[in-house]
């Protein structure tokens, strides 16, 4: 069908001017934040319900069109790209608090509800999302859930799978599925909800997700710590997690900091230049904790692991140390760096990064790298910053070559080739170094039974 055919077709059902075809539309809605693959879709659609997802989803069926959903766009594996002529589903005006439940504490919303969004709600009504990463301020939560979203607080709270408590779901058939419905117990069999958390939207579409909330944790205090090596930075984990409830445990090197700094003319947390830095958090709710912390601060000075620190008097120096860390990504996006977001178990992170520092600098030693993470649950990021002089065809082409030794090593380690951001298009070639050959043939069968003619999201994570 052509674009127009398709416009026609479409606004009959859901309504006029709910389909674009203009050129800024098609390349707003047709790409993501990854810069490797060009976006060329056929037509956007704008849906504000359920059901119209769901007239969207049988037309596709009945007339064999290709379907891309689109959330905040700011995935990194080109999950959200259409670039093979599909028509794009913008989930942006589906973005509604539906139910509220204080008792429960969850809160139901459409899947277009942009993170910061279901945070200020829950922060009004007493309450707290705790799932948290930079790109908040634009991330949809169906988009969150697809790609079983982690951030800033998983050593505490876990990722986006640990607070979905249902789903809204149209299939790739077209057909609506409520699943779980809000249940903390539900031992009913296969719990289908948990198969399109991180479908990264090959088996449907989410149209409303029923999200826990909890307690608003009390008096944050964060810690900036310069650390000599990594395997100090593991010591330094281990010795305050066993005497403080850490809500989060980040790190990154002396180059993400040089560049952060600089781009944002932001101050040094202290004069001391360390190779890295860990940021730790916890909830200071009376002097005994602060007290233990400054012990346990002591003591890893005492042992060498750390060589300077600082600690938040307030809210604002808070805020002015999770910039130091959360600046990052927006800061190296300038320089057109090549991403690899990566994990292993969190004892292994010193040996892996070493094993992966070693291979790019020896076999590449024009590349800079930037590195940062979640190392509190084992998830590192590795940044890989193009030369100056190079093209970006050139360079994009290397890093394809780099990754499939990088992915050697994870594979290794037992680790994870996509911590995070998904497979979508740049990981699927990889998605061996961390599935079987027999888990990925039952994916394909999953993925078959829910959507059998293959249109949503098609080429992600699977090949057909």
Not at 29 to 48: E, Q
């Amino acid at each position: 069908m052509t674009p127009e055919q398709i416009k026609l077709a479409l606004e009959a059902q859901i309504g006029k001017d709910r389909v674009r075809l203009d050129g800024e539309a098609l390349d707003i809605y047709g790409r993501d934040w990854t810069k490797i693959h060009s976006p060329n879709p056929r037509a956007i659609a704008f849906p504000r319900t359920t059901e119209d997802v769901q007239k969207i989803v049988q037309f596709a069926n009945e007339n064999q069109v290709s379907i891309v959903p689109s959330g905040g766009r700011t995935g990194l594996s080109a999950g959200a790209v259409a670039s093979n002529n599909e028509l794009v589903i913008v989930m942006d005006y589906m973005n509604k608090v539906v139910d509220f439940n204080p008792i429960d504490r969850s809160v139901t919303v459409q899947g277009g509800m942009i993170t910061e969004q279901l945070q200020a709600f829950a922060e009004e009504q007493g309450l707290y999302y705790p799932v948290d990463f930079a790109s908040a301020g634009s991330s949809q939560i169906g988009g969150n859930i697809s790609t079983n979203a982690g951030g800033i607080k998983v050593i505490k709270y876990g990722m986006t799978r640990d607070w979905v408590l249902g789903l809204t779901v149209v299939t790739g058939k077209g057909e609506i599925l409520n699943l779980n419905k809000g249940l903390i117990k539900n031992n009913t069999g296969y719990d289908l909800r948990h198969l399109f958390i991180g479908a990264e939207g090959t088996l449907g579409i989410i149209t409303e997700a029923t999200i826990k909330l909890t307690r608003t944790p009390k008096d944050l205090t964060v810690m900036v710590l310069g650390v000599p090596s990594m395997p100090a930075v593991m010591e330094v984990l281990k010795t305050f997690q066993n005497s403080l409830d850490l809500t989060a445990f980040e790190f990154f090197s002396e180059n993400a900091l040089a560049k952060v700094t600089a781009h944002h003319q932001l101050q040094r947390p202290f004069a001391t230049a360390t190779p890295y830095y860990a940021l730790l958090e916890f909830e200071a709710e009376n002097e005994g904790v602060m007290d233990s912390a400054m012990e346990l601060f002591e003591e890893c000075m005492e042992n060498g692991w750390v060589e300077d620190g600082v600690i938040s008097q307030n809210e604002t120096q808070l805020q002015n140390l999770w910039s130091l860390r959360e600046f990052i990504s927006e800061t190296i996006s300038h320089e057109t760096p090549y991403k690899n977001d990566l994990s292993v178990i969190v004892s292994k992170v010193p040996e892996f990064l070493q094993a992966v520092d070693s291979f790019v600098e020896e076999t590449y030693p024009g590349f800079e790298i930037v590195w940062f993470g979640h190392i509190g649950d084992g998830n590192l990021h590795l940044n890989i910053l193009k030369p100056k002089d190079m093209e970006q065809t050139e360079f994009f082409e290397k890093c394809h070559q780099v990754s499939a030794k990088v992915f050697t090593i994870t594979q290794a380690f037992g680790g994870s080739v996509s911590a995070e951001h998904g497979v979508g298009l740049v990981k699927k070639d990889f998605l061996h170094f961390s599935r079987s050959p027999e888990e990925i043939l039952y994916m394909k069968a999953i993925k078959n039974a829910f959507d059998p003619n293959k249109i949503m999201n098609p080429g992600k994570m699977l090949d057909s």
